[in-house]
């Protein structure tokens, strides 16, 4: 009966080691989200800590030499980075360049880890519901500095009796934020686990090449450029002058 | 066949019909995506502003779809309605 159930599925977060303690009555587990998320982080600061030595034995040169092949690269994905930024905040840019370059390398890391057949962080509501309420806070932060008083003012602003409207389309926004980034992680996720664990073993090679080209590498990077671009157009909404 | 049975199979059939959602976001993806094929043609030069703004209202107009989704995921794998 089961001719195509031949291996089984896992896309699941598996919980690895169990820690020795309670949380809110329930146990602390280590799970693959953990793992993999440690991983992408050690990464990426191998990355950022060759990219710092590059950069400082550059500006420590007295004269003017054109930039190697790791420096060049190093430039590239700054210029871009700083482009995605301006882009989405004009002339607020400069003060967001830092959390809004770190967020996107960030988030495209973790979505991408599908390939190298770790489970994707971002797979996990509570990754980015962290990332959303993150956001949040910013937002609203931002907004206080900006407008002082006027930003609470504003919940009544077109007509008083919506006061209640507009507070729930601002608890919408982290909400909205992080289950686009979930569900479009989690979604890749499951297919690609349905494929592995029912296909059988002749269709497993070579086909889910396309299938993770499309899943991770591109709605990955697009999921993660959404993200910024939302939260800086939140952000800029509140600042505007 | 017990009443807990009868609560999954039910639920296998909701989260079923819960992604039928994605009928809604394939219309406006696909209607955004034809408004931007045709401001190309219009105005080659402005490809790469008009390809990003094309997906980041194509990513926001998902997100209804994806609600579909996650109750499907819900109803699947965290089975509320068995509590």
């Known amino acids: 009966m089961f001719i195509f159930a031949e291996g089984d599925t896992s896309y699941m977060i598996k919980l690895l080691y169990k820690l020795g303690y309670k949380l809110f009555g329930s146990d602390v587990y280590l799970t693959t989200t953990h793992v993999a998320m440690i991983i992408t982080t050690v990464v990426l600061l191998g990355f950022f800590i060759a990219a710092n030595i590059a950069i400082k034995r550059a500006l420590k040169q007295d004269t003017v030499t054109k930039p190697g092949g790791f420096l060049n690269v190093v430039e590239l994905i700054v210029e871009k980075l700083d482009g995605i930024s301006s882009e989405g905040m004009g002339s607020h840019a400069n003060k967001f360049r830092n959390y809004i370059g770190t967020l996107f390398i960030f988030i495209l890391f973790n979505n991408i880890c599908g390939i190298f057949g770790l489970r994707a962080p971002t797979a996990d509501y509570g990754v980015t519901l962290c990332l959303g309420l993150i956001t949040f806070f910013l937002i609203h932060y931002n907004g206080i500095k900006k407008n002082k008083a006027g930003h609470f003012t504003a919940l009544f602003k077109p007509l008083p009796f919506l006061f209640p409207i507009n507070v729930i389309s601002e608890v919408a926004t982290p909400l909205s934020l992080s289950l686009r980034l979930f569900g479009n992680v989690m979604s890749g996720t499951v297919m690609l686990g349905l494929w592995y664990g029912l296909m059988p073993v002749v269709f497993r090679f070579g086909i889910p090449a396309a299938l993770h080209c499309y899943f991770d590498l591109f709605s990955g990077a697009i999921q993660a450029y959404v993200f910024c671009m939302l939260t800086m157009v939140y952000i800029e909404d509140k600042i505007a002058d | ?83």
């Open chain 2, 1 to 83: 066949m017990t009443g807990e049975d009868l609560i999954l199979a039910c639920s296998a059939i909701g989260a079923g019909l819960a992604c039928i959602a994605g009928i809604g976001p394939g219309v406006g993806q696909g209607y955004a995506a034809g408004q931007a094929a045709a401001a190309v043609g219009r105005n080659p030069g402005a490809k790469g502003t008009i390809t990003s703004t094309m997906l980041l209202g194509q990513a926001v107009a998902e997100t209804t779809g994806l609600y579909g989704l996650a109750v499907a995921i819900i109803l699947l794998f965290v089975k509320p309605l068995l509590w």
